[in-house]
Each structure stands twice: as structure tokens, then as C-alpha cells.
């Protein structure tokens, strides 16, 4: 099997796993203690507005990125505990948080309605919260190219390990 479609189905497995975790709040188990440190503290106050399950999601993303870059610059740690604060501008419900896991990313920019907007949205969206809450610019820059690095080798970084998770 190729290597791009081999980390497509990787993918799409990931996203299922996900999926079924996310179905209740009361089942995340984000580790704030854990992710505290790594932030300022604006940028605390926005990590901990966002969802449990996106929180939880974060920590493994971050445990991830430390696991195999140890020394990874502090502003791309904080990166990876934020990056999908965007999705915290609207809650979801059960059966949105299923459709927009469902669709793609390129889709839900295409059919940008509801939470389908916010899904596809959220990096900028992100970037914009961090901005106005007094995040490290860094950090906002890093949370809004995580899907599209644009060159950036540490957004390729956080794109990489946010798509294995």
C-alpha cells in the first residue's frame, strides 16, 4: 500500500477511534495539571474554555510531539495543547460532533454551514481567540497554519501529530 494512503487509512481509523470517544463529555479526561505549565496564563484561560474532549485530544497530541522532540520549542508545545481552541466559539452536539468528525476537512470548507463552518474554520478561528486573549503570537501563528503549514516545519510538525492522534 502506498505510503499517502496508508496514512489516510491510518487517519480515518484515528477519527473513528476519536469519534467514539467524543460522544460524552463525562468520558474525557484531559490532563489540565499536566498542561498548565506549558501555558501562559491567557493562554490557559482559552485552554480551558475549550471542551474536555478537545482538551483530552490535545494532551495526546502534545505527550506525542514530546515523546519524539523533547526540546520542542516551548511556543510549539503550547501550539499543540491549543489547537483546536477555535472549536470552542460553539458547542456541538452529539450528532453534529458526529458529522463534522465524519466529513472532511476539504468538504466542510466547500459547505461551510453551522458547525460545518467551525470545523473547517477553526485554525484561524483559533488564531483570532489566541490573538484577543493575549496568546503568544507564535502560539496563535502555529494554531492557524496546523492544517496547512504553509513551509513552516514546526506547523508541519503539529499538522503531522494532530493527524496520527
Known amino acids: 500500500m502506498p505510503a499517502r494512503l496508508s496514512r489516510k487509512v491510518r487517519g480515518y481509523v484515528g477519527k473513528v477511534g476519536r469519534l467514539t470517544r467524543s460522544l460524552s463529555p463525562s ?31 490535545a494532551c495526546r497530541v502534545t505527550r506525542h510531539l514530546l515523546r519524539d522532540h523533547p526540546r ?33 476537512g476539504r468538504l466542510a470548507r466547500l459547505v461551510p454551514l453551522g458547525p ?4 473547517a474554520y477553526h485554525p484561524e478561528l483559533g488564531a483570532e481567540l489566541l490573538a484577543r486573549a493575549g496568546a503568544r503570537p507564535r502560539v496563535a501563528r502555529l494554531v492557524a497554519r496546523h492544517h496547512h503549514a504553509g513551509g513552516d516545519p514546526d506547523a508541519a510538525l503539529l499538522h503531522h ?5
Open 72 to 104: 520542542a520549542a516551548p511556543e510549539l508545545v503550547a501550539a499543540a495543547l491549543l489547537h483546536d481552541c477555535g472549536k470552542s466559539i460553539r458547542p456541538y452536539r452529539v450528532f453534529e460532533r458526529v458529522l463534522v468528525g465524519l466529513v472532511p
Open 161 to 165: 501529530y494532530d493527524d496520527l492522534e
Open 27 to 57: 468520558h474525557a479526561r484531559p490532563d489540565d495539571v499536566w498542561a498548565a505549565p506549558y501555558l501562559t496564563p491567557a493562554e490557559r484561560r482559552v485552554y480551558l474554555g475549550m471542551d474536555p474532549r478537545d482538551r483530552e485530544h
Open 116 to 119: 460545518l463552518s467551525v470545523r
